[in-house]
């Protein structure tokens, strides 16, 4: 089993439209967790930390599981430039360091 | 803030070249930092990770070496490249209780 799973997507949405992606971990030890957002040839870039309570910034919503150890992100209003690759990260503390395990990612592409 | 550099964006290079990746870190010292690499549709795969000057720890068993000769410098190296080396090699750091920061990565293509 993979130690961050997200669906690969792709999700196609025309613009405005509301779109939730969904990840899982494995290690229950996980300490942080994070959205990356990764367009394409280009670098990952934080998007947002996750925490438990939840948390938004302007269209994006984070929420956390613990329980279930899953984690999601919600975007609202679509827009064209929203179009990349969300890559679900947890952190742990694993042989002596902090630890960022990445998910493959989930790819959006929003259309006009 | 840190900004990290990497050079070169592209490299061509044939099989059983060496290689040697450039990563250097701005705006920050004492950071901990990470080589990626990240396959054609793949996640990123963490292969060696520094937390000072001369240490290394390598998380996978591989072609590649890395080495940390000053605080703010880390370079990814191999002596004969094979073809499953092509990939997107990403450089990273950290300081102590912040996110991870990537440079904006060097694509190599080996043929």
């Known amino acids: 089993r993979k130690e961050v799973e997200q669906d690969p997507g792709p999700f196609n949405v025309p613009e405005g439209a509301t779109v939730a992606f969904n990840c899982t971990y494995s290690?229950?030890?996980?300490?942080?967790f994070f959205w990356y957002r990764q367009d394409c040839r280009k670098e990952p870039k934080l998007l947002m930390s996750v925490y438990s309570s939840g948390n938004e910034d302007g269209r994006f919503t984070a929420q956390l599981n613990r329980a279930s150890q899953y984690i999601s992100l919600l975007i609202r209003d679509s827009k064209l430039s929203d179009s990349a690759t969300y890559l679900c990260?947890?952190?742990?503390?694993?042989?002596?360091?902090?630890?960022?395990?990445f998910g493959a990612g989930t790819r959006l592409a929003v259309h006009p | 803030s840190q900004t990290i550099h990497q050079w070169p964006a592209t490299l061509v290079q044939p099989v059983g070249s060496p290689l040697s990746l450039e990563c250097t870190v701005e705006g920050t010292s004492n950071p901990n930092l990470y080589w990626y690499r990240q396959a054609a549709g793949r996640g990123l795969q963490l292969l060696f990770y520094s937390v000072g000057i001369g240490q290394i720890s390598s998380e996978v068993p591989q072609n590649l070496s890395a080495s940390r000769p000053q605080d703010r410098q880390f370079i990814l190296s191999s002596k004969k490249l094979l073809l499953s080396d092509s990939g997107f090699y990403l450089c990273a750091g950290t300081v102590i209780g912040e996110t991870q920061y990537f440079g904006p990565g060097t694509r190599l293509l080996v043929l």
């Open positions: 290690n229950s030890a996980s300490q942080s």
């Open positions: 990260v947890v952190r742990l503390f694993s042989g002596g360091y902090n630890k960022l395990i």
